[in-house]
């Protein structure tokens, strides 16, 4: 089913650029798991990944060996939004390491580490919690495709 909503998002939604400081996320197997991350510009994402290393990639870099066909965008409607202070955070962690764990520490409490300050207390650990943090701290709404 991911596959198939990438493939019509892809084709049929209004496409986006992020913005600095904006919330991404992709879809890893499927629906089943997602992958998240904060745009810094420059076509540069900074995530916290599998091995737990925060580190800066390329779009293509940050849905390597996944499923996904889509990198989504947080938005207000139709607009992209995003947090310069949450960049700036995500910056600073540049090149640090966390005891990665898919439930208890990964990547969707890093991002909101970035959006909130609070990397090590913030339990934003599913995607759908992530959400409701970008939408607290950049007034999101909505996710569109990226128009890479």
């Not at 998002?9 to 992958?35: A, E």
């Not at 990944?49 to 996904?68: H, L, M, Q, S, Y």
Request: hydrophobic residues 35%; proline residues 2%.
């Amino acid at each position: 089913m991911g596959i198939i909503k990438s493939f019509i998002d892809n084709v049929f939604r209004d496409q986006v650029t992020p913005v600095i400081g904006s919330v991404l996320y992709c879809d890893l197997t499927g629906r089943l798991t997602s992958h998240s991350g904060i745009y810094i510009g420059n076509n540069h994402i900074i995530h916290l990944n599998g091995k737990g290393i925060v580190e800066r990639v390329t779009p293509d870099e940050f849905i390597d060996g996944t499923t996904a066909m889509s990198i989504y965008v947080s938005c207000n409607d139709t607009t992209p939004v995003g947090s310069v202070k949450a960049a700036n955070r995500a910056k600073q962690m540049l090149g640090k390491t966390r005891d990665y764990n898919m439930l208890f520490d990964n990547c969707h409490q890093f991002v909101a580490g970035c959006l909130t300050g609070d990397f090590e207390y913030n339990a934003s650990n599913f995607l759908w919690i992530l959400e409701m943090k970008t939408e607290d701290y950049t007034g999101s709404n909505t996710w569109r495709v990226w128009d890479r």
